[in-house]
């Protein structure tokens, strides 16, 4: 299983941006997608999740401020990231966990950067 993350960048404090990750490979379906991110210095937390029948779940801190959104069609997740402040700068991570013929497998993206900085 492969992850395509995409979208990060350099952004002005109250921006957006917009994220995707695509999965490619040979599993069933994608259960759970979902966004983490780590700072410098920091431990990778959880930024949101979505399950195959859309149920969300959010950090506190991204609530009413990050979207998270599936195409199951194309095995892709967004995250639409508004109001973006200084300390949302961090690497972002896709995560899925795919069902596979014989269980479940856990995979994750290389990473992108968000940059939030005048």
């Known amino acids: 299983v492969q992850l395509q993350a995409s979208g990060g960048g350099l952004v002005q404090p109250g921006g957006s941006l917009r994220l995707s990750c695509a999965a490619s490979?040979?599993?069933?379906?994608?259960?759970?997608m979902g966004w983490y991110r780590q700072a410098p210095g920091k431990q990778r937390e959880l930024v949101a999740t979505?399950?195959?029948?859309?149920?969300?779940n959010y950090a506190n801190s991204m609530k009413g401020r990050f979207t998270i959104s599936r195409d199951n069609a194309k095995n892709t997740v967004y995250l639409q990231m508004n109001s973006l402040k200084p300390e949302d700068t961090a690497v972002y991570y896709c995560?899925?966990?795919?069902?596979?013929?014989?269980?479940?497998?856990?995979?994750w993206g290389q990473g992108t950067q968000v940059t939030v900085s005048s």
């Open positions: 995560n899925v966990l795919v069902r596979l013929s014989l269980g479940y497998g856990n995979y």
């Open positions: 490979g040979s599993f069933v379906s994608a259960s759970i």
């Open positions: 979505c399950s195959e029948d859309n149920i969300t």
